[in-house]
Nanobody, 122 residues
């Protein structure tokens, strides 16, 4: 079974840093892009950052210069380095695997993890 899992969330003071991990496991042939989204209580889910299989990245304007998305050395893993965290960064951070194929010719899938909670508070 193909799944996406995240870890690395926690409580951090304003100005602090966290590093989130996301891994897609199972029978995977390819993934076009992996990304991080976040959802705060009462707010819509928003894209934070994403990275394609070719290494192209995009960031939300609110995190540019503070967050960095990167691919891990292990295939189908990504990290989100979050620096200079602000209270408004607090949210459930969810990893997304977009256009995932389990085998050539299969249908594309989109998978979500369960999320990892980031709390920014003094």
């Amino acid at each position: 079974q193909v799944r996406v899992t995240e870890s690395g969330g926690g409580l951090v003071q304003p100005g602090g840093s966290l590093r989130l991990y996301c891994g897609a496991s199972g029978r995977i042939f390819s993934i076009d892009a992996m990304g991080w989204y976040r959802q705060a209580p009462g707010k819509e889910r928003e894209l934070v950052a994403s990275i394609t299989s070719g290494g192209s990245t995009i960031y939300s304007e609110s995190v540019k210069g503070r967050f960095t998305i990167s691919r891990g050395n292990v295939k189908n893993t990504v990290f989100l380095q979050m620096n200079s965290l602000k209270p408004e960064d607090a949210a459930l951070y969810l990893c997304n695997a977009k256009r995932l194929l389990t085998s050539p010719g299969d249908e594309y899938r989109e998978l979500w993890g369960q999320g990892t909670l980031v709390t920014v508070s003094s």
